[in-house]
């Protein structure tokens, strides 16, 4: 059973950093694009980044580039997302999904508030 765990969000005032970081397990390879994708509250999902199977290619939003940074591990099975200068506006919940085949899966997510 494939189960992903999403941990390091938290509450943070403006201009502040977060890492955060997901773990798969489940798995038999690293054969899986990895993307985050975030939900503001009132708001529908927003795709914050992805990443390429080996690691060697990465998009952004417009809305975060230059602030934030996706990376990913494939020894322990884990992406991570390092966020910088965050904004109020980045405010929501940080999903992670994992594209493997033709299966999308996703984690609990978790939390960002961005406040003073």
């Known amino acids: 059973e494939v189960q992903l765990v999403e941990s390091g969000g938290g509450m943070v005032q403006p201009g502040g950093s977060l890492r955060l970081s997901c773990a798969a397990s489940g798995f038999t390879d690293s054969n899986y694009g990895m993307s985050w994708v975030r939900q503001a509250p009132g708001k529908g999902p927003e795709w914050v980044s992805s990443?390429?199977?080996?690691?060697?290619?990465?998009w952004y939003a417009e809305s975060v580039k230059g602030r934030f940074t996706i990376s990913r591990d494939n020894a322990k099975n884990a992406v991570y997302l390092q966020m910088s200068s965050l904004k109020p506006e980045d405010t929501g919940i940080y999903l992670c999904?994992?594209?493997?085949?033709?299966?999308?899966?996703w984690g609990q997510g978790t939390q960002v508030t961005v406040s003073s």
């Open positions: 999904n994992f594209h493997y085949g033709p299966n999308d899966y």
């Open positions: 990443i390429n199977t080996g690691g060697s290619f990465t």
